[in-house]
């Protein structure tokens, strides 16, 4: 069975500084899809960035980069330069090999923004 | 904005009644899951409709169902609300074939609430 955990419940950061959202993941299928999603408190998932098992580069969107050790099964999601308007709920994801395109959700980490 | 709706955004029930929730997936789109979020914990895979068919699903009971229409928007069902189904759901449109790379779009969510 596939399993996310993301083991810090509450993060904080001042403006303009980076900081480190922390994943893990356990799952025995050599192939599967990492992804980070960001919830502000409308609900909607906001998709962030994505990372295949077999990339051999971190994934890296505009602020965002994914800092993907194998060997370790962790990818944590780095925040460049945090904006007021990062703060939100970060989800950690998985998807499924094969078949469906369904996710598997970490619990979270909320991120606050301090100007 | 994703191109998912959903409605309605809220709606308060009690025990035993049954509810509908429905979602209008992204143009194009022919792959729609539903998701159950209760509140501080991540999203958890309900089912996925493609073609008007259901095609996966998580540990959820038989009360939990689902339609796909020929436009590719869907409907969830439950029946015999009890108060743990008091969660946010969200539904999320994809485009079948894409593998791990396919991204979700997902809407901003019911909120139900059981009394």
Sequence with gaps: AQKITQTQPGMFVQEKEAVTLDCTYDTSDPSYGLFWYKQPSSGEMIFLIYQGSYDQQNATEGRYSLNFQKARKSANLVISASQLGDSAMYFCAMKKPAGYSTLTFGKGTMLLVSP | ?115
């Design chain 2, 1 to 115: 904005e994703t191109g998912v709706t959903q409605s309605p955004t809220h709606l308060i029930k009690t025990r035993g009644q049954q509810v509908t929730l429905r979602c209008s997936s992204q143009s194009g789109h022919n792959t729609v899951s539903w998701y159950q979020q209760a509140l501080g914990q991540g999203p958890q895979f309900i089912f996925q409709y493609y073609r008007e068919e259901e095609n996966g699903r998580g540990n959820f009971p038989p009360r939990f169902s689902g339609l796909q229409f020929p436009n590719y928007s869907s409907e969830l069902n439950v029946n015999a609300l009890e108060l743990d189904d008091s969660a946010l759901y969200l539904c999320a449109s994809s485009l079948a074939g894409q593998g791990f790379t396919g991204e979700l779009f997902f809407g901003e969510g019911s909120r139900l609430t059981v009394l």
